[in-house]
T-cell receptor, first 110, second 113 residues
Framework: EDKVVQSPLSLVVHEGDTVTLNCSYEVTNFRSLLWYKQEKKAPTFLFMLTSSGIEKKSGRLSSILDKKELSSILNITATQTGDSAIYLC??????????FGTGTSLTVIP | SAVISQKPSRDICQRGTSLTIQCQVDSQVTMMFWYRQQPGQSLTLIATANQGSEATYESGFVIDKFPISRPNLTFSTLTVSNMSPEDSSIYLCSGGTANYGYTFGSGTRLTVV
């Protein structure tokens, strides 16, 4: 059965800490993996990863895909309170629909 | 990435009534989807909105309860019909392509009283 699993489910850190969020997947005909940040209502797109071993970076956020391990990590360095959110991992499958992980709830304490 | 405008952003509705949510995309997108996110849970796909034909519904969701329209490649609506308190949720539309990723509308927070 196809699935996407994220860990940890929740995380509380202090400002300035570095965090690593994990996403593992078992999806038939895997093509890509996407990371989203969700505050309040709508998820905002962070990264789309298609190639193994290539890091995508945007400011303090970076992500990398490991197709051999069927996983991806999202790193956030020098965390700020504005990073507090739910981080969702999603994998498209047949018909371009998504499997979503349950999300990691990150809380950054001042 | 496409930019999606969704409205209304929130509404409080009486049980038994219906609400139509609209999503407008700033460019033509191949795929559009409707999701529901109940409190404390991840996103659940309601249906894929197909341009010019009936939507494809996921298990547990039916057209009579959640009719969807998609008259063109930039616009879609979801109606939540005959609402009950269990329909209180955030509803999100999403659109995009497999090559360039998917974005979400700003979401509609629905409360049924």
């Amino acid at each position: 059965e196809d699935k996407v699993v994220q860990s940890p489910l929740s995380l509380v850190v202090h400002e300035g800490d570095t965090v690593t969020l994990n996403c593992s997947y078992e999806v038939t005909n895997f093509r890509s993996l996407l990371w989203y940040k969700q505050e309040k209502k709508a998820p905002t797109f962070l990264f789309m990863l298609t190639s193994s071993g290539i890091e995508k970076k945007s400011g303090r956020l970076s992500s990398i895909l490991d197709k051999k391990e069927l996983s991806s990590i999202l790193n956030i360095t020098a965390t700020q309170t504005g990073d507090s959110a739910i981080y969702l991992c999603a994998v498209p499958h047949t018909g371009n629909q998504f499997y979503f992980g349950t999300g990691t709830s990150l809380t950054v304490i001042p | 990435s496409a930019v999606i405008s969704q409205k209304p952003s929130r509404d409080i509705c009486q049980r038994g009534t219906s609400l139509t949510i609209q999503c407008q995309v700033d460019s033509q997108v191949t795929m559009m989807f409707w999701y529901r996110q109940q409190p404390g849970q991840s996103l659940t796909l309601i249906a894929t909105a197909n341009q010019g034909s009936e939507a494809t519904y996921e298990s547990g969701f039916v057209i009579d309860k959640f009719p969807i329209s998609r008259p063109n490649l930039t616009f879609s609506t979801l109606t939540v019909s005959n609402m009950s308190p269990e329909d209180s949720s955030i509803y999100l539309c999403s659109g995009g392509t497999a090559n360039y990723g998917y974005t979400f509308g700003s979401g509609t927070r629905l409360t049924v009283v």
